[in-house]
Nanobody, 124 residues
Framework: QLQLVESGGGLVQPGGSLRLSCAAS????????IGWFRQAPGKEREGVSG????????NYADSVKDRFTISRDNAKNTVYLQMNSLKPDDTAIYFC?????????????????WGQGTQVTVSS
């Protein structure tokens, strides 16, 4: 059974850092491009970052550029999202998703498989 599991969320003060992980089971992650998305209360789910199958291509939302870094370790079947200089506006549930395409799109409708999400709260 194909499954994505996010971890690494939590409560952090503004300016702090977190690293999210997206672990895949039941399939080989290197065959999929991966995206990270987030959804804040009362808002639509939005794309945060995407990474290509090989890891050579990455995309970022303007709101997180230069603060977040996406990476993947295909040997560990895991994708990461390093989040630095966190702001209260980054508070949301963060989801990872997988698609068979080559490009790490940030459009929700491009993705076939989704994890359950991990909560990130940025507050003093």
């Amino acid at each position: 059974q194909l499954q994505l599991v996010e971890s690494g969320g939590g409560l952090v003060q503004p300016g702090g850092s977190l690293r999210l992980s997206c672990a895949a089971s039941g399939f080989t992650l290197r065959d999929y491009a991966i995206g990270w998305f987030r959804q804040a209360p009362g808002k639509e789910r939005e794309g945060v970052s995407g990474i290509s199958r090989s890891g050579g291509g990455t995309n970022y939302a303007d709101s997180v550029k230069d603060r977040f870094t996406i990476s993947r370790d295909n040997a560990k079947n895991t994708v990461y999202l390093q989040m630095n200089s966190l702001k209260p506006d980054d508070t949301a549930i963060y989801f990872c998703a997988a698609r068979r395409g080559f490009i790490g799109s940030m459009r929700t409708y491009d993705y076939d498989y989704w994890g359950q999400g991990t909560q990130v709260t940025v507050s003093s």
